[in-house]
Structures are given as C-alpha cells and as structure tokens.
C-alpha cells in the first residue's frame, strides 16, 4: 500500500492532474514535486479546472486532495495545503481551497487527531505585524491586513484549532484563512461553534485518563458561501463577498465506523443569551450533509467509500454528537 500511494503521489505530481474521482484514500502525500513554486494562473491545473500550489515542504499540492477531510476540487479551486514544519513529520496543518476571482475561500479543511489536537503553544501575539499575512504559498490571496472594512477577520480554521505548535497556529492566520464576519457574530455566536467542534476534537485519539474517547479521528469542513452574497466589503482595490452564511461539516470515525454532521447558520446578529446558555441552539441549526451539499453546492467527503459516504450522510443525529 505505501508503494501504490508513493507511485500515486509521483503520479499526481508528474501530471498535476486534479482528483476528479475519489477513491476513498487517505494519504498525506509527502510525495515531492520538483518544480519551483507554482502560483495558481500557471500552467499548472486539473481536469475540473482545480489548480495546485507547493506546501511548505515543496509537495504539490494535488497530492493532498484524496485525504479524508477534502471536498471534491471545483473549477476555479486552488489547493493550497499548509504543513506544520516544526512538528516531526511535517503533518498537514489545514487545506483551503481558494477562489482567486473572489478574495475568498470556498472552504477550510483539517483534522483533529493525535498530534493536532495537542495544545503546545498560545495565541499568536496581537503585537506581531503583520497579524495576518498574506498566505506565503499562492500570492493571489488577498494582501497582509487587509482591512474588512468594519467586519473582523473571521478565522475558518481557528487559532484554538491549533495550538499544537508555533506554526500551525501562525498559520491560522494566514489571509486565505479570514472571513469578513459581523464582530458579534464571531465573537460569540461562532465561537461557541467552534469551541464545541474543539471539544470534540480534543476528545479524540488516546485520551489521558479516559477509558474511551469520541473518536479516533475527528475531520472538519468550514466556510461562508460566497458565490450569492449580495453584500461586499472593499478590500485593497477589489471587492470581497461577505458571506450570507457559514457551515460546518464534521466527519467522525471510531474503530472504523463512521458518522457525519452539518452545521448551517445564517450570518447574523443573534440572541446571544441562546448560544451562551446551553447546547441548544448549536443543535437547532444541525442538517445532514445530504442536506448541506444542496445548500452549499460542495460535496463533502467524497473520499469515503462510495456505500459508506451514502449511509452517513444522509444522517443528522444531534444526540450522538452530544447536543
């Protein structure tokens, strides 16, 4: 099996072709693509018009894109994978597929599991400038602080996401990663979002002092739908949709058993007291991910078997998520 995916890796990167059929892998791809840095007008693009950048390691990106947490590539998609280069190993951090003509991410994808789930490290330092750079991987994202314009810079992948080393949390602040969001909206109503995604995360993989766990291995989607908001913020010399709502698709496993969940809120001021109070307006807002890909036009986890993909999406339990 590690000769089949290294051939595949070599494969993808000799071709730079996108995965347009998912086969249900899961690989981490390390495999190396020699080649200088590819930014994402260069020749370098796949069958669905998907196109590709090097990590930090100087893989190419495209040989990222079978892991279990990524959606399926769409046309004007550029993949850029994030490593964390000072943990042993060089584990993927987070992906994004970004839409160049937008400003914006179609979505944000990571995992939680044994190594990046560990909390090593603190915020970064607000003192840092700039305090959101432009990513260094593809110079077609959006320049370092840029201002939203009234709106906070939104993390998809959040700074508590990764505390598991200095620069994955860096990383997360990284321009592609920002979304214009309302300050209310992310201080408080998305935070709460995010902190039960982390709890559950962190509950994964060996648990000190704990005889189970929620999973071993906990994979996470998130985004603003971009492609029909009406509302804009002038960022540099171009304009940035603002989302009209944000989603969030989690995939669990345990002893080889899957199980999945949406998330889709409208991007709002909310009765804060709600979110505050119990877990109750988190499960209001639960979908299937049948019903999340109808809403968002994104097809989640299409790198599950094809039978086990059909099961779990189709299913919205909040209770065996914990709400």
């Known amino acids: 099996m590690k000769i089949l995916n290294y051939l595949l890796a070599l494969a993808l990167a000799a071709t730079t072709a996108a995965l347009t059929s998912c086969d249900g892998g899961d690989d981490d791809g390390n495999g190396q693509y020699d080649a200088e840095h590819a930014d994402y007008n260069n020749e370098n693009k796949g069958h669905e018009g998907a196109s590709y950048v090097l990590t930090e390691t100087g893989a190419n990106s495209a040989s990222f894109a079978n892991r279990m947490e990524m959606p399926r590539l769409q046309q004007g998609d550029v993949l850029i994978v994030h490593q964390a ?5 060089k584990p993927v951090n987070y992906s994004v597929a970004y ?4 400003h914006h991410s179609r979505w ?6 044994n190594t990046m789930k560990a909390r090593s490290v603190s ?7 700039p305090q959101y750079p432009q990513d260094p991987l593809c110079n077609a994202t959006t320049k370092g602080d840029a201002s939203f314009n009234g709106y906070d810079h939104g993390h998809l992948c959040a700074s508590a996401d990764r505390l598991c080393s200095r620069v994955a949390n860096d990383q997360t602040f990284y ?3 920002m979304s214009p969001q309302l300050a209310s909206f992310n201080q408080d109503y998305w935070t709460k979002y ?6 559950l995360g962190r509950n994964c993989g060996t648990v000190s002092g704990a005889n189970t766990s929620f999973a071993d291995t906990l994979y996470v989607v998130k985004g603003g739908t971009v492609l029909n908001a009406t509302e804009t913020t002038k960022v540099e010399d171009y304009r940035m949709p603002v989302p009209d709502h944000y989603y969030m698709a989690l995939l669990s496993v345990k002893n080889g058993k899957y199980a999945a969940i949406g998330f889709w809120m409208e991007h709002r001021q909310y009765d804060l007291s709600l ?13 299937s991910i049948d019903q999340l890909e109808h809403l968002t036009g994104i097809d989640f986890f299409c790198n599950l ?7 779990v999406e189709s299913l919205c339990i909040p209770s065996a998520w914990g709400l």
């Open 85 to 89: 280069t000072d943990i042993k190993g």
């Open 99 to 102: 839409l160049p003509t937008l």
């Open 108 to 113: 944000v994808a990571f995992r939680f599991d």
């Open 123 to 129: 915020r970064k330092d607000y003192g840092i400038k």
């Open 175 to 177: 321009m592609s990663n």
């Open 194 to 199: 995010e902190s039960f995604v982390q709890n």
């Open 275 to 287: 979110i505050k109070s119990d877990n109750a307006e988190i499960a209001a807002h639960a979908v």
């Open 305 to 311: 078997p094809g039978a086990v993909e059909k099961a």
